[in-house]
């Protein structure tokens, strides 16, 4: 499988990454793989990544991938985020999740005007910002911002971030909808509340956060409507990066995980297979058997057919922030369809190998249990579900109203 992600990566459009400097990141995310096998098991017991694999992550610098050079971040592309967030997944899916929603929600910072992102990296250029999309309906209009309280489930990432990015509905004064925002508030002024149990992904620490009466200042609302629009109030137009189109960078980001979820599992049931015999059968090796093989085929076919959908669909919105364009609305359709095929077949792929592996897979020492937990967890996030993306894409193309979410 090695070889065959090497060169989809070779063969990929250019993404405006500098080789050496995309090939050193992903380099430094596969040589924390060792510490976050080794810490995979504690990471899910406790519901959190382990302290060890957030520091080391930290000090490899891959919190700030998507920090702008501005402040001594990356500024990477969407093309980066899924290489490095893959080669994490595949030591640990629920610890590359964690990385992968930071990341992004670093991402949304710096669409924000110049102010609000000063008042989270100026002080502190390594501070981290978990985010939630799902509003919370209680707010009020005061002089120079909101007032906002309430409740954000699935927080991923709020165990290790300094701020968190949270969906805010504004209503007039009598009571219809206003306006949709993503609000920064500092942690200091929230609280957790501990919810997230769960049977995979269990080491995302995906938790609940809490917020009484936050005041919220203007420069600090991101109005979602002008975001999905790409009319982003960042004053900093020169930086490429963040002129990719919003919704298609927010819902690929989902797939990094799964793909290295795919590859380990792949890798996994390849290396055990000359040493595992088919019960009940002559087969004294699993891979002298021809049906074996073609399990193996089979699951190998989906893992690079997802690799190679997200891939493409991250060079083209690279590629669109590079021209500064919206990408079009049956392309946004297709890459919200792009984000739950992937994690299809991901998760069709991890299937196969564990009927092809044998129901050993499933002993609680085996890492094939817990991959295919966290990548079926993962893909039934309500931004990748397939059904409803597959929707969306089959409107566009027939010109049908989009009734269903403004969120392509």
């Not at 931004?383 to 009734?403: C, D, Q, R, T």
Request: net charge negative; with cysteine.
């Amino acid at each position: 499988m090695q070889a065959t992600v090497e060169t989809i990566r070779a063969s990929k459009i250019d993404a405006g990454e500098p080789a050496d400097t995309l090939n050193e990141l992903v380099a430094k995310a596969a040589a924390l793989q060792p510490l976050l096998m080794k810490n995979a098991a504690e990471s899910e017991k406790y519901r959190r990544a382990c302290d060890e694999n957030i520091a080391a992550i930290d000090n490899a610098g891959l919190f700030q991938l998507m920090v702008p050079r501005r402040y001594g971040g990356h500024e990477g592309t969407l093309r980066a985020h899924l290489e490095v967030s893959a080669a994490l997944g595949e030591a640990c899916g629920g610890t590359a999740w964690v990385v992968a929603l930071i990341n992004v929600c670093a991402w949304f910072t710096a669409l924000f005007p110049k102010q609000a992102q000063d008042d989270v990296w100026g002080a502190n250029p390594k501070a981290r910002v978990s985010g939630v999309f799902t509003p919370s309906s209680q707010s009020r209009r005061v002089e120079g911002g909101l007032v906002v309280s309430g409740k954000w489930y699935f927080s991923s990432g709020s165990l290790h971030a300094d701020w968190a990015a949270i969906g805010v509905i504004e209503h007039d004064q009598n009571g219809a909808f206003k306006k949709q925002y993503l609000a920064l508030v500092p942690m200091s002024e929230l609280t957790i509340e501990d919810t997230w149990f769960t049977a995979g992904m269990r080491a995302s620490g995906s938790n609940c956060i809490v917020g009484n009466d936050v005041f919220i200042p203007e420069h600090r609302l991101l109005d979602m409507m002008e975001a999905i629009e790409r009319r982003y109030p960042t004053e900093c137009k020169d930086e490429a990066a963040y002129r990719a189109s919003f919704v298609p960078f927010a819902a690929l980001i989902l797939t990094g995980p799964q793909l290295g979820l795919g590859r380990a599992a792949l890798r996994y049931v390849i290396e055990k297979a000359a040493q595992r015999p088919i019960t009940y059968t002559s087969f004294e090796k699993q891979s002298d058997s021809t049906m074996f093989q073609m399990q193996i085929a089979e699951a190998a076919i989906k893992i690079d057919n997802a690799h190679l959908r997200a891939f493409r669909a991250a060079d083209e919105i690279d590629a669109a922030a590079r021209r500064d364009e919206q990408l079009d609305g049956v392309t946004r359709a297709r890459v919200r369809a792009d984000t739950g095929m992937v994690t299809t077949y991901v998760t069709d792929a991890i299937n196969t190998l564990l009927w092809a592996h044998g129901a050993g897979g499933f002993a609680e020492a085996s890492p094939l249990q817990r991959w295919w937990r966290d990548s079926n967890t993962a893909a039934r996030h309500a931004v990748g579900l397939p059904a409803i993306g597959l929707e969306l894409y089959g409107k566009a193309l027939l010109g049908v109203e989009n009734n269903v979410t403004p969120l392509v």
